[in-house]
């Protein structure tokens, strides 16, 4: 019994990373996470292992638990990050869809889309809230966890949970208000592409908004702009000086939760990978990720 409770257990590996990723925004910090919850499953004894009758419910719990406190100290981590931070992106489907992961689906009124593919736009969303918000939020809209287990979870009681999961929820509700439609999305990021691909400038800044953002995250191990870029001409001027920089670079497009992402190669090595968020068919946003830490699951 001890080895099949430990074999369902382990099995619930890419249930974890994924509840890990969208609690902490990078694969390393969801890997951590999962590491110290199996440390903790492991640590007790087989008999007390054998006694508990859902695996998973313990480890999504205790999972929760070790992503709470790992977003205590996340922020002061991040103040010392060099330059700006950004999640990590990942292709479509990396992890598990939600749906298949959640425990139930009680009280479907109160919970976000749970077949959402994993997105760079919602995770700075999660960015914004509380660790305790994001915690509830994740538990309960995406993975389906019911108010009291969230509660036993993150130290709250039910009414309290249920009020920072209808606080986060407005705010992802809000983002995804302002998100265009996927085939309006991909449709702009393939006219991007092909614009910068061709140096042209005048078609380039028709296609970004005249207040667009381009953020680019080095975490100091490659060059990166320290600070946002601010406006269409700024940003196009930006982007076409990279690609004069590195003649040897090459782009392709690749599906994400955000939509089509443009990947950037220089030669075999992946070099960047950058979301986009569109809106009244123009580009709002670009996030630009070079550090390659956030880039492994690409290769």
Not at 147 to 159: I, K, L, M, Q
Request: hydrophobic letters at 45%; one cysteine or more; a negative charge.
């Amino acid at each position: 019994m001890g080895d099949e409770h430990d074999d369902a257990a382990i099995a619930e590996r890419p249930h974890l990373l994924a509840l890990g990723y969208r609690m902490l925004g990078t694969v390393a910090d969801a890997e951590d996470a999962v590491q110290e919850t199996y440390t903790r499953w492991f640590g007790m004894p087989e008999a007390e292992r054998a006694e508990i009758v859902s695996p998973r419910g313990w480890l999504t719990r205790t999972a929760g638990r070790v992503c709470l406190d790992m977003l205590g100290s996340a922020r002061a981590r991040r103040e010392r990050y060099v330059g700006e931070w950004l999640p990590e992106p990942v292709p479509a489907y990396a992890f598990p869809r939600a749906s298949a992961l959640a425990d139930t689906a009680s009280d479907p009124l109160d919970h976000a889309t749970l077949d959402d593919s994993i997105s760079t736009a919602l995770l700075l969303v999660l960015e914004t809230m509380t660790p305790a918000e994001r915690v509830v939020f994740v538990l309960h809209d995406v993975f389906g966890m019911s108010f009291p287990e969230v509660a036993d979870t993150v130290g709250r009681s039910p009414a309290a949970c249920r009020q920072l999961a209808s606080s986060a929820r407005r705010r992802v509700e809000e983002e995804r208000g302002r998100a265009a439609p996927p085939a309006e999305h991909d449709s702009v990021v393939r006219a991007f592409a092909s614009a910068a691909a061709g140096g042209d400038l005048g078609a380039l800044v028709a296609l970004l908004d005249p207040e667009v953002v381009l953020v680019s995250d080095g975490g100091g191990r490659v060059s990166a702009a320290r600070r946002p870029v601010v406006g269409a001409d700024n940003v196009a001027r930006f982007l076409l000086g990279l690609a004069a920089k590195f003649p040897e670079s090459t782009a392709e497009l690749a599906p994400t939760g955000d939509g089509l992402a443009v990947l950037v190669r220089l030669g075999d090595r992946l070099d960047s990978v950058a979301t986009v968020a569109v809106g009244d068919g123009v580009i709002t946003g670009i996030r630009m990720v070079r550090n390659p830490d956030k880039l492994t699951l690409w290769s």
